[in-house]
């Protein structure tokens, strides 16, 4: 790693892909267990559904508690890697060998697997944290330029898309793939895959980021949690920075939740949960260089409300689906995957300047601290998204089955159905907008030409 005060205003383009290599971690750990953890237990562990819930939901909990630790710890780390890198590389030591674990298929059930699983799948959390929080920190600290931040972001971005897709589609199809849902032997080979492909994807961010270089403050920050959390707490870009990503992932979560519901029931099919899955992440994959563009011509605030309103307009449009058909529904779901792919870059860029001025205002290095509270904080307040979609479920009289016995639903049903999918999402990005105007830090002035008064 470069030293502090060596780094130059463009990063080498091998860091920026070596750095946005390692966001293979960040989607996959995160949308493979919830696409698959909870039947896998339910349906071939014999684990309770409450219980099941219970040991998918507790990491958002522990999150609370080791995101900012790691963070803590990494911020206090000396080596001739730097603080962040050494982080990188106990995460990929440890996290895919506890990713198998969670699906290896252990002969037990019920509260015994329950126990097997959740146990797992902490571990699984906290070897996350420790590759992760450090790893989201590095950006603030790479360049002293605003821009140049936005640029090294969109590789991360482009690896989140081919991650997602990733997950949504070989996962899955690896798990099911013995019969109509899987067995127990498919899903310990779905596991083993991921785990794999964990293992090189974060070696190869840690090998790639060797050469990354180092221009936040080169102290860390040791004052004890009270005088941190004080300091923090006059941050107010940090503080709507956070709100606005809660709010904006609480929008998305409940989207994901809803999706499959709104494929079977407004749709008809529920072979139409992938594509409608395809047309969210897609432009990802796409439109990273133009919203590095919009981001330096309308400043990141104004990109960022560009992004929200084609979110939220896209998820409005969507409430004709009924009349119009699943052709309508996909382009607008498309428009909402523009949107979203702006807000993810936006976000982290975002996240990357509030570190590197937080660096220059107090000279001390605490970009692991912010990241792991902004990222703890952020997990958790997404992980209500399924829940508000469960209770408008509720409410309109949703009816539970097997698939055995299927039912048919009520006319109200169907209508929270659709009112989940895209009437309140609607609400929740847009009431983001008046977050974004509350965050205040832009592009600095250009110097003055030599000689101008």
């Not at 990503?245 to 749709?267: E, N, R, W």
Request: some cysteine.
């Amino acid at each position: 790693m470069i030293t502090p005060g060596a780094g130059t205003a463009t990063v080498p383009k091998g860091v920026r892909f070596g750095y946005g290599i390692g966001s293979f971690c960040t989607s996959t750990v995160n949308a493979v267990p919830g696409l698959l953890l909870l039947f896998y237990m339910t349906n071939f562990l014999a684990v309770p559904a409450w219980l099941a819930g219970v040991v998918v939901s507790a990491p958002k909990i522990w999150d609370l508690i080791i995101n900012p630790l790691v963070g803590r710890w990494s911020d206090r780390t000396v080596s001739r890697w730097g603080p962040r890198r050494p982080w990188l590389l106990a995460g990929a030591c440890t996290l895919p060998v506890a990713f198998f674990l969670v699906f290896a298929g252990p002969p037990l059930t019920g509260v015994p697997a329950a126990l097997y699983v959740g146990a797992c799948f902490m571990a699984t959390a906290t070897a996350y944290a420790l590759f992760e929080v450090p790893y989201k920190a590095m950006p603030g600290e790479m360049t002293h330029d605003y821009h140049e931040r936005t640029a090294l972001l969109q590789w991360r971005m482009v690896f989140i898309g081919a991650a997602t897709a990733i997950s949504g589609v070989l996962a899955p199809a690896i798990a099911t793939g013995d019969g109509e849902h899987g067995t127990l032997s498919s899903y310990r080979t779905m596991g083993l895959t991921i785990a794999v492909i964990l293992l090189v994807a974060m070696l190869a961010s840690f090998l790639g980021t060797a050469r990354a270089p180092m221009t936040g403050a080169p102290e860390p920050d040791r004052g004890g949690w009270r005088e941190q959390f004080a300091a923090i707490k006059g941050n107010p870009a940090f503080i709507w920075l956070t709100v606005l990503a809660c709010t904006q992932m609480l929008a998305v979560s409940m989207m994901l939740a809803a999706a499959p519901y709104f494929a079977t029931y407004t749709l008809g099919s529920s072979g139409a949960t992938q594509t409608l899955f395809a047309a969210l992440v897609g432009p990802i994959l796409l439109t990273m260089p133009l919203w590095v563009r919009l981001a330096r011509r309308l400043d990141k605030r104004g990109a960022m409300v560009l992004a929200t309103v084609m979110f939220g307009g896209g998820t409005t449009a969507a409430i004709a689906t009924p009349l119009f058909g699943s052709v309508w529904a996909h382009l607008w779901i498309l428009l909402v995957g523009v949107g979203y792919a702006g807000v993810q870059l936006l976000q982290f860029s975002m996240l990357a300047d509030v570190i590197a001025a937080d660096a220059a205002e107090t000279g001390k290095r605490r970009a692991g601290v912010l990241t792991g509270l902004w990222t703890a904080i952020e997990s958790g307040v997404s992980a209500f998204g399924a829940l508000i979609f469960g209770v408008v479920l509720s409410i309109g009289g949703f009816i539970e089955s097997e698939p055995s016995r299927p039912v048919e639903q009520p006319e109200s049903a169907v209508t929270a159905v659709l009112i989940g999918q895209t009437v309140i999402p609607a609400l929740i990005i847009f009431s983001s907008v008046l977050m974004v105007m509350k965050y205040r830090l832009k592009a600095p002035a250009a110097p003055a030409p030599a000689g101008a008064e």
